[in-house]
Structures are given as structure tokens and as C-alpha cells.
């Protein structure tokens, strides 16, 4: 078992920026893939972001939703058991509960955490 626990969610004006972190425990947390996803309002669940062991694991791959890249930086702090996403010239469509996820062994996302609220004003 895997658990997420989400933080950094909050309030913020157009072009500015947010970073939430991700803390996940109950597995090695460097053999584990890692993403961000987010629901918004009347909306299905999209991915934003993830960070998986390349083929080999000697290293990891990040890939991102079209709508966030250059804008949103995924990252982790392997030692600290941690993924980031640095949330740059956020706008309002970006509004939406973001969720982190984890798969064991770059297998599907099986573990979620609860969500934090990111809503971003015009």
C-alpha cells in the first residue's frame, strides 16, 4: 500500500504561481512513478504531469499535459519521499482539485491522495 498526502493548494491571482508537494510513504519512494492529475468543476480527471523510472530505472522521465508545459515543472526529492509541481503563469482554467498519484513498478496509478484545491481568479 502506498499513501499520498497532498499540500500547497490554495488561492491565487492570474499569472501567479503555486507549488504543491506530495508525500508519499508505505513503499521505496525512488521505485515509485509519480503524477499530478486534476478534476475540475463538472469535468472527468485529466492528467497534468508524471515522473517514472526510465527503462533500466538509472533514471526518470517527466512527461506533461500540453496545457501546462512550460509552464508547470514536475519534480522529487527522493531522500525527502516528495514530488513537487512548480505551477508557474497559472490561469483560470487551471482551477481544479489536483490529485497525486503513485504506481509501483511504472504499472497503472493505483494509489490517490485525497486532493488539494487550487483555484486560480481572473
Known amino acids: 500500500q502506498v499513501q499520498l498526502v497532498e499540500s500547497g493548494g490554495g488561492l491565487v491571482q492570474a499569472g501567479g504561481s503555486l507549488r504543491l508537494s506530495c508525500v508519499a510513504s508505505?513503499?521505496?519512494?525512488?521505485?515509485?512513478?509519480m503524477a499530478w492529475f486534476r478534476q475540475a468543476p463538472g469535468k472527468e480527471r485529466e492528467f497534468v504531469a508524471q515522473?517514472?523510472?526510465?527503462?533500466?530505472?538509472?533514471?526518470?522521465?517527466?512527461s506533461y499535459a500540453d496545457s501546462v508545459k512550460g509552464r508547470f515543472t514536475i519534480s522529487r526529492y527522493n531522500a525527502e519521499n516528495t514530488m513537487y509541481l512548480q505551477m508557474n503563469s497559472l490561469k483560470p482554467e487551471d482551477t481544479a482539485v489536483y490529485y497525486c498519484?503513485?504506481?509501483?513498478?511504472?504499472?497503472?496509478?493505483?494509489?490517490w491522495g485525497q486532493g488539494t484545491q487550487v483555484t486560480v481568479s481572473s
Open positions: 498519484a503513485a504506481s509501483i513498478d511504472n504499472g497503472p496509478y493505483d494509489y
Open positions: 508505505g513503499r521505496t519512494f525512488s521505485t515509485l512513478g
Open positions: 515522473t517514472r523510472r526510465s527503462a533500466y530505472f538509472t533514471s526518470y522521465t517527466d
